[in-house]
């Protein structure tokens, strides 16, 4: 069963600094998503990443998957009020097909 | 386009009464889920359909069923709803095939209270 654990589960941050969400995994994946959550709303697709080395970049986020770690981040450059959000990453099993498991979220709150 | 649509919004059951969650996506995509996001937590999968007629077990199923009689619709079944039923609930649907697994587009989800 693929386990999925996110780091920090809150993480207060302060305008214009730069942070990272850390989302370790337990089984073999290749495919990881990441999803934005306001609170109150439903779920809005960030990022996927397909692949070994895999980086994609919007604005200021940024998300890395390395597969040999079982590690993907999300790095956030220079904070704004706007990124306040709760983030989930979900990796997709390698034989779990269509289906992601996904982490219990990190709540973002930045303050000025 | 509209999107994964889902109906209702907010609901209140009494305990041991029964209902239906209704989903709909005009996206022609193949593969619809059925999620339930309770408070502080992130999504747990109940169901999951493949395709029209094929349906399949996620990691919560009891107390739901579903089904797939076409390509747009996935409706939720909860069968005498007991208090830890009260949840939000998702629905979300994408294209799987083609080494192009897209990202899940989700609902507004239903506010569901079992009292």
């Known amino acids: 069963e693929l386990k999925v654990e996110q780091n920090p589960l809150f993480l207060s941050m302060q305008e214009g600094k730069n942070y990272t969400i850390y989302c370790n995994y337990s089984t073999t994946s290749d495919r990881l998503y990441w999803y934005r959550q306001d609170p109150g709303k439903s779920l809005e697709s960030l990022f996927v990443?397909?692949?070994?080395?895999a980086v994609k970049q919007e604005g200021r986020l940024m998300a890395s998957l390395d597969t040999k770690a079982r590690l993907s981040t999300l790095h956030i450059t220079a904070a704004v009020h706007d990124l306040s959000a709760t983030y989930f990453c979900a990796p997709e099993g390698i034989d779990s097909w269509g289906k992601l498991q996904f982490g219990a979220g990190t709540q973002v709150v930045v303050t000025p | 386009n509209a999107g994964v649509t889902q109906t209702p919004k907010f609901r209140i059951l009494k305990i041991g009464q029964s209902m239906t969650l209704q989903c709909t996506q005009d996206m022609n995509h193949n593969y619809m889920y059925w999620y339930r996001q309770d408070p502080g937590m992130g999504l747990k999968l109940i169901y999951y359909s493949v395709g029209a007629g094929i349906t399949d077990k996620g990691e919560v199923p009891n107390g739901y069923n579903v089904s797939r009689s076409t390509t747009e619709d996935f409706p939720l079944r909860l069968e005498l709803a007991a208090p830890s039923q009260t949840s939000v609930y998702f629905c979300?649907?994408?294209?799987?095939?083609?080494?192009?697994?897209?990202?899940?587009?989700f609902g507004d989800g239903t506010r569901l209270s079992i009292l």
């Open positions: 990443l397909l692949s070994n080395g």
């Open positions: 979300a649907s994408s294209y799987v095939g083609g080494g192009l697994n897209q990202p899940q587009h």
